[in-house]
Protein backbone atom coordinates (compact mmCIF):
# COMPACT_ATOMS: atom_id res chain seq x y z
CA UNK A 1 0.00 0.00 0.00
CA UNK A 2 1.21 3.58 -0.67
CA UNK A 3 0.65 6.81 1.27
CA UNK A 4 -2.42 7.72 1.13
CA UNK A 5 -3.81 5.37 3.41
CA UNK A 6 -5.05 5.62 7.29
CA UNK A 7 -3.38 3.47 9.51
CA UNK A 8 -3.75 1.65 13.42
CA UNK A 9 -1.12 0.62 14.93
CA UNK A 10 -1.68 -1.69 18.04
CA UNK A 11 0.83 -1.58 20.73
CA UNK A 12 -0.61 -2.84 23.64
CA UNK A 13 1.06 -3.46 27.11
CA UNK A 14 3.73 -0.89 28.78
CA UNK A 15 5.29 2.50 28.43
CA UNK A 16 8.63 0.72 27.42
CA UNK A 17 7.08 -2.01 25.05
CA UNK A 18 5.15 1.66 23.19
CA UNK A 19 9.09 3.35 23.29
CA UNK A 20 10.34 -0.06 21.41
CA UNK A 21 7.43 0.43 18.81
CA UNK A 22 8.24 4.05 17.70
CA UNK A 23 10.27 2.60 14.46
CA UNK A 24 7.51 0.67 13.50
CA UNK A 25 5.04 3.51 14.05
CA UNK A 26 7.57 6.13 12.62
CA UNK A 27 7.57 3.17 9.45
CA UNK A 28 3.74 3.44 9.12
CA UNK A 29 3.64 7.21 9.14
CA UNK A 30 5.89 7.83 6.64
CA UNK A 31 3.83 6.26 4.41
CA UNK A 32 0.17 7.42 5.46
CA UNK A 33 -2.11 10.28 5.55
CA UNK A 34 -3.08 9.78 8.99
CA UNK A 35 -1.66 7.64 11.64
CA UNK A 36 -3.61 6.18 14.96
CA UNK A 37 -1.95 4.45 17.75
CA UNK A 38 -4.33 2.06 20.15
CA UNK A 39 -2.52 1.29 23.30
CA UNK A 40 -3.53 0.34 26.79
CA UNK A 41 -3.90 2.87 29.54
CA UNK A 42 0.18 2.54 30.68
CA UNK A 43 0.58 3.29 27.36
CA UNK A 44 -1.15 6.46 26.59
CA UNK A 45 1.43 8.67 28.15
CA UNK A 46 4.36 6.97 26.19
CA UNK A 47 2.41 7.26 23.09
CA UNK A 48 1.72 10.71 23.33
CA UNK A 49 5.35 11.41 23.10
CA UNK A 50 5.81 9.69 20.17
CA UNK A 51 6.70 11.25 16.45
CA UNK A 52 4.66 10.12 13.82
CA UNK A 53 1.29 9.57 15.90
CA UNK A 54 -1.73 11.84 14.72
CA UNK A 55 -4.46 10.16 17.73
CA UNK A 56 -4.47 7.69 20.27
CA UNK A 57 -7.13 5.44 21.44
CA UNK A 58 -6.68 3.64 24.77
CA UNK A 59 -8.52 0.26 25.48
CA UNK A 60 -7.89 -1.79 28.37
CA UNK A 61 -7.71 -5.55 26.82
CA UNK A 62 -8.72 -8.49 28.93
CA UNK A 63 -5.67 -10.42 27.36
CA UNK A 64 -2.40 -8.38 28.03
CA UNK A 65 -1.24 -6.89 31.03
CA UNK A 66 -0.24 -7.76 34.88
CA UNK A 67 -3.69 -7.13 36.14
CA UNK A 68 -6.16 -6.94 33.29
CA UNK A 69 -9.87 -6.12 33.55
CA UNK A 70 -12.19 -8.85 32.61
CA UNK A 71 -13.99 -9.11 29.40
CA UNK A 72 -17.16 -6.67 29.06
CA UNK A 73 -19.18 -6.89 26.39
CA UNK A 74 -20.17 -3.45 25.98
CA UNK A 75 -16.51 -2.23 26.07
CA UNK A 76 -15.86 -4.68 23.02
CA UNK A 77 -18.81 -3.47 21.16
CA UNK A 78 -17.52 0.57 21.73
CA UNK A 79 -13.77 -0.43 20.50
CA UNK A 80 -15.38 -1.93 17.83
CA UNK A 81 -17.44 0.97 16.72
CA UNK A 82 -15.23 3.75 17.24
CA UNK A 83 -12.69 1.57 15.04
CA UNK A 84 -15.09 1.12 12.63
CA UNK A 85 -16.17 4.98 12.09
CA UNK A 86 -12.90 6.26 11.32
CA UNK A 87 -12.57 4.11 8.16
CA UNK A 88 -9.22 2.73 8.25
CA UNK A 89 -7.04 0.65 5.31
CA UNK A 90 -4.73 -0.76 7.37
CA UNK A 91 -3.81 -2.04 11.05
CA UNK A 92 -0.43 -3.16 12.08
CA UNK A 93 -0.53 -5.30 15.28
CA UNK A 94 2.72 -4.96 17.36
CA UNK A 95 3.44 -7.75 19.83
CA UNK A 96 5.99 -9.27 22.02
CA UNK A 97 7.98 -12.24 21.16
CA UNK A 98 5.58 -14.14 23.79
CA UNK A 99 1.96 -12.74 22.99
CA UNK A 100 -0.85 -13.56 20.21
CA UNK A 101 -2.23 -10.90 17.82
CA UNK A 102 -5.27 -12.86 17.18
CA UNK A 103 -7.59 -11.43 20.06
CA UNK A 104 -6.88 -8.24 18.61
CA UNK A 105 -7.26 -9.07 14.83
CA UNK A 106 -10.70 -10.47 15.44
CA UNK A 107 -11.56 -7.11 16.92
CA UNK A 108 -10.29 -5.36 13.72
CA UNK A 109 -11.84 -7.51 11.54
CA UNK A 110 -14.87 -7.13 13.06
CA UNK A 111 -14.91 -3.41 12.94
CA UNK A 112 -14.11 -3.47 9.53
CA UNK A 113 -10.62 -3.24 8.49
CA UNK A 114 -9.11 -4.65 5.18
CA UNK A 115 -5.92 -5.38 5.82
CA UNK A 116 -3.98 -6.27 9.16
CA UNK A 117 -0.58 -7.39 9.48
CA UNK A 118 1.29 -8.88 12.22
CA UNK A 119 3.63 -11.72 13.76
CA UNK A 120 1.84 -15.05 14.98
CA UNK A 121 3.10 -18.52 15.57
CA UNK A 122 -0.37 -19.76 15.73
CA UNK A 123 -2.89 -20.76 12.81
CA UNK A 124 -5.09 -17.32 11.78
CA UNK A 125 -7.37 -18.19 9.71
CA UNK A 126 -8.78 -15.56 7.37
CA UNK A 127 -7.88 -12.53 10.73
CA UNK A 128 -4.57 -12.06 8.80
CA UNK A 129 -3.70 -10.61 5.08
CA UNK A 130 0.12 -10.76 6.38
CA UNK A 131 0.90 -13.49 8.84
CA UNK A 132 4.83 -12.43 9.23
CA UNK A 133 7.31 -15.05 11.13
CA UNK A 134 10.05 -12.67 13.11
CA UNK A 135 13.90 -13.57 13.25
CA UNK A 136 14.98 -15.64 15.47
CA UNK A 137 16.58 -14.03 18.66
CA UNK A 138 15.27 -10.46 17.34
CA UNK A 139 15.42 -7.05 19.47
CA UNK A 140 11.54 -6.44 20.56
CA UNK A 141 12.25 -2.91 18.43
CA UNK A 142 14.05 -4.31 15.21
CA UNK A 143 10.98 -7.22 15.06
CA UNK A 144 8.60 -4.72 14.84
CA UNK A 145 10.04 -2.70 12.37
CA UNK A 146 10.47 -5.91 10.60
CA UNK A 147 6.90 -6.32 10.50
CA UNK A 148 6.19 -3.30 9.44
CA UNK A 149 8.83 -3.13 6.53
CA UNK A 150 7.12 -6.77 5.46
CA UNK A 151 3.99 -4.83 5.18
CA UNK A 152 5.36 -2.22 3.30
CA UNK A 153 5.99 0.46 5.49
CA UNK A 154 9.49 2.08 5.49
CA UNK A 155 11.23 4.47 7.17
CA UNK A 156 11.93 8.04 5.66
CA UNK A 157 15.00 8.66 4.10
CA UNK A 158 17.72 9.69 6.77
CA UNK A 159 15.82 7.70 9.74
CA UNK A 160 18.05 5.50 11.33
CA UNK A 161 15.51 3.29 13.36
CA UNK A 162 16.76 4.13 16.68
CA UNK A 163 14.11 5.21 19.18
CA UNK A 164 12.98 8.66 19.52
CA UNK A 165 10.65 11.08 20.97
CA UNK A 166 9.00 14.00 20.23
CA UNK A 167 11.74 16.29 22.27
CA UNK A 168 12.36 17.37 25.98
CA UNK A 169 11.62 20.71 27.53
CA UNK A 170 14.23 21.83 30.13
CA UNK A 171 14.00 20.27 34.20
CA UNK A 172 16.38 22.47 35.29
CA UNK A 173 14.03 23.40 37.96
CA UNK A 174 14.03 20.03 39.02
CA UNK A 175 17.69 18.99 38.75
CA UNK A 176 19.55 22.03 38.88
CA UNK A 177 22.77 22.73 36.95
CA UNK A 178 25.11 20.43 37.99
CA UNK A 179 25.74 17.41 35.88
CA UNK A 180 24.14 14.35 37.72
CA UNK A 181 23.55 10.25 36.79
CA UNK A 182 19.90 9.17 37.30
CA UNK A 183 19.02 6.45 38.89
CA UNK A 184 15.92 4.75 38.70
CA UNK A 185 15.21 1.94 41.31
CA UNK A 186 11.43 0.96 40.63
CA UNK A 187 10.84 -1.69 37.72
CA UNK A 188 6.85 -2.54 37.40
CA UNK A 189 8.25 -6.32 37.93
CA UNK A 190 10.13 -6.59 41.14
CA UNK A 191 12.36 -9.22 39.91
CA UNK A 192 13.81 -7.12 37.69
CA UNK A 193 15.16 -4.11 39.69
CA UNK A 194 17.65 -3.75 42.68
CA UNK A 195 15.85 -4.20 46.62
CA UNK A 196 15.39 -0.91 47.78
CA UNK A 197 18.39 -1.55 50.40
CA UNK A 198 20.89 -2.40 47.38
CA UNK A 199 19.88 0.87 45.65
CA UNK A 200 20.70 2.53 48.71
CA UNK A 201 23.88 1.78 49.12
CA UNK A 202 24.35 2.14 45.42
CA UNK A 203 23.21 5.75 45.79
CA UNK A 204 25.93 5.84 48.40
CA UNK A 205 28.86 4.85 46.59
CA UNK A 206 28.22 6.75 43.16
CA UNK A 207 28.25 10.08 45.80
CA UNK A 208 31.36 8.86 47.75
CA UNK A 209 32.91 8.18 44.37
CA UNK A 210 32.31 12.15 43.68
CA UNK A 211 29.07 11.45 41.49
CA UNK A 212 25.94 13.64 41.78
CA UNK A 213 22.85 11.40 41.81
CA UNK A 214 18.86 12.20 41.07
CA UNK A 215 16.51 9.31 42.10
CA UNK A 216 13.52 9.02 39.88
CA UNK A 217 10.49 7.29 40.34
CA UNK A 218 6.73 7.58 39.90
CA UNK A 219 4.07 9.09 42.39
CA UNK A 220 3.63 5.32 43.72
CA UNK A 221 7.71 5.05 44.09
CA UNK A 222 7.31 7.96 46.59
CA UNK A 223 8.58 5.56 49.92
CA UNK A 224 11.22 3.77 47.73
CA UNK A 225 12.58 6.27 45.55
CA UNK A 226 13.01 8.42 49.61
CA UNK A 227 14.55 5.59 50.64
CA UNK A 228 17.04 4.76 48.29
CA UNK A 229 18.01 8.77 47.87
CA UNK A 230 18.26 8.85 51.74
CA UNK A 231 20.67 11.91 52.45
CA UNK A 232 22.96 11.35 49.32
CA UNK A 233 20.78 12.28 46.89
CA UNK A 234 17.95 14.54 45.03
CA UNK A 235 14.40 12.42 45.28
CA UNK A 236 12.87 13.01 42.91
CA UNK A 237 10.38 10.47 43.60
CA UNK A 238 6.51 11.08 42.31
CA UNK A 239 7.61 14.50 41.04
CA UNK A 240 7.67 13.67 36.78
CA UNK A 241 5.27 12.57 34.59
CA UNK A 242 6.59 10.74 31.83
CA UNK A 243 7.56 13.77 29.63
CA UNK A 244 9.30 15.14 32.56
CA UNK A 245 11.14 12.31 33.10
CA UNK A 246 12.17 12.30 29.54
CA UNK A 247 13.73 15.60 30.17
CA UNK A 248 15.59 14.99 33.68
CA UNK A 249 17.12 11.13 32.30
CA UNK A 250 17.54 13.59 29.08
CA UNK A 251 20.46 15.86 30.39
CA UNK A 252 22.06 13.08 32.27
CA UNK A 253 25.14 12.46 31.87
CA UNK A 254 23.92 8.31 32.24
CA UNK A 255 21.33 6.21 33.77
CA UNK A 256 21.44 3.65 36.14
CA UNK A 257 17.76 1.26 35.58
CA UNK A 258 16.86 -1.96 35.68
CA UNK A 259 14.99 -4.06 32.65
CA UNK A 260 12.04 -1.21 32.93
CA UNK A 261 10.37 1.31 30.84
CA UNK A 262 12.91 4.24 31.61
CA UNK A 263 15.61 2.28 30.27
CA UNK A 264 13.72 2.39 26.87
CA UNK A 265 13.20 6.38 27.82
CA UNK A 266 16.71 6.68 28.10
CA UNK A 267 17.28 5.25 24.64
CA UNK A 268 14.56 7.35 23.00
CA UNK A 269 16.35 10.63 24.08
CA UNK A 270 19.83 8.67 23.42
CA UNK A 271 21.28 8.91 27.10
CA UNK A 272 23.94 5.73 27.75
CA UNK A 273 22.62 3.51 30.28
CA UNK A 274 23.28 1.23 32.38
CA UNK A 275 21.08 -1.72 33.09
CA UNK A 276 20.65 -4.12 35.32
CA UNK A 277 19.26 -7.04 33.76
CA UNK A 278 17.84 -9.72 35.39
CA UNK A 279 17.72 -12.53 32.89
CA UNK A 280 14.33 -13.66 33.94
CA UNK A 281 13.58 -12.55 30.14
CA UNK A 282 16.66 -12.83 27.24
CA UNK A 283 19.11 -9.38 27.30
CA UNK A 284 19.06 -9.97 23.18
CA UNK A 285 15.09 -9.28 22.88
CA UNK A 286 14.75 -6.31 25.49
CA UNK A 287 18.37 -4.49 26.18
CA UNK A 288 18.81 -0.97 25.72
CA UNK A 289 18.63 -0.16 22.16
CA UNK A 290 20.67 1.98 19.96
CA UNK A 291 22.34 3.40 22.42
CA UNK A 292 25.51 3.17 24.49
CA UNK A 293 24.80 0.72 27.14
CA UNK A 294 26.23 -1.84 29.81
CA UNK A 295 24.24 -4.82 31.29
CA UNK A 296 25.46 -5.87 34.78
CA UNK A 297 23.76 -8.64 36.48
CA UNK A 298 24.35 -12.43 36.44
CA UNK A 299 23.13 -13.83 32.88
CA UNK A 300 23.53 -17.49 34.70
CA UNK A 301 21.28 -16.78 37.65
CA UNK A 302 18.68 -19.75 38.59
CA UNK A 303 16.08 -17.47 37.61
CA UNK A 304 17.68 -17.17 33.96
CA UNK A 305 14.35 -17.45 31.03
CA UNK A 306 11.59 -17.94 34.28
CA UNK A 307 9.99 -15.05 33.35
CA UNK A 308 9.58 -14.34 37.35
CA UNK A 309 7.63 -11.34 38.37
CA UNK A 310 9.10 -11.90 41.59
CA UNK A 311 12.50 -13.36 41.92
CA UNK A 312 12.27 -17.10 42.45
CA UNK A 313 15.86 -17.17 43.84
CA UNK A 314 16.59 -16.16 47.86
CA UNK A 315 18.56 -13.08 48.24
CA UNK A 316 18.05 -12.22 44.66
CA UNK A 317 21.45 -12.67 43.65
CA UNK A 318 21.35 -11.97 39.87
CA UNK A 319 20.99 -8.02 40.60
CA UNK A 320 21.69 -8.04 44.39
CA UNK A 321 25.04 -9.34 44.25
CA UNK A 322 26.41 -7.32 41.43
CA UNK A 323 29.12 -4.91 44.02
CA UNK A 324 29.90 -1.42 44.05
CA UNK A 325 33.61 -1.75 42.63
CA UNK A 326 31.47 -2.92 39.45
CA UNK A 327 28.77 -0.37 39.21
CA UNK A 328 31.58 2.32 39.76
CA UNK A 329 33.98 0.83 36.89
CA UNK A 330 30.55 0.90 34.81
CA UNK A 331 30.07 4.01 35.41
CA UNK A 332 34.04 4.79 34.34
CA UNK A 333 33.86 2.64 31.68
CA UNK A 334 30.23 3.96 30.07
CA UNK A 335 31.21 7.90 30.85
CA UNK A 336 34.42 7.16 28.77
CA UNK A 337 32.71 5.52 25.84
CA UNK A 338 31.18 8.42 23.04
CA UNK A 339 30.81 5.87 20.24
CA UNK A 340 27.11 3.84 20.11
CA UNK A 341 26.96 0.33 19.22
CA UNK A 342 28.09 -0.96 15.60
CA UNK A 343 24.39 -1.94 15.17
CA UNK A 344 21.10 -0.74 16.93
CA UNK A 345 20.67 -4.46 18.54
CA UNK A 346 24.35 -4.75 20.11
CA UNK A 347 25.00 -5.31 23.59
CA UNK A 348 27.81 -4.81 25.82
CA UNK A 349 28.14 -6.14 29.19
CA UNK A 350 29.91 -6.15 32.08
Known sequence: MTAGTRTLVVRLDSAGDVLLAGPAIRAAAACSTHTTVLCGPQGEAAARLLPGVD??????????GFDPPPLRRDHTDALIDTIAARHYDRALILTSFHQSPLPAALLLKAAGIPYLAADSEHYPGSLLDLRHHRTPHRHEARAMLDLAEAAGLHLPPGDDGTLRVRGTAPTTHLTGEDPYLVLHPGAAVPARAWSAPRAARAVAALTAAGHRVVVTGATTERRLTATVAGTHALDLGGRTRLAELAGVIAAARAVIVGNTGPSHLAAAVATPVICLFAPVVPAHRWAPYGVPHLLLGRQDAGCAGSRA???????HPCLDSVTDTELLAAVDTLLGHTAGPDRPEQEATV
Request: aromatic content about 6%; some cysteine.
Open 309 to 315: RTCPVPG
Open 55 to 64: DILVHHAPWV
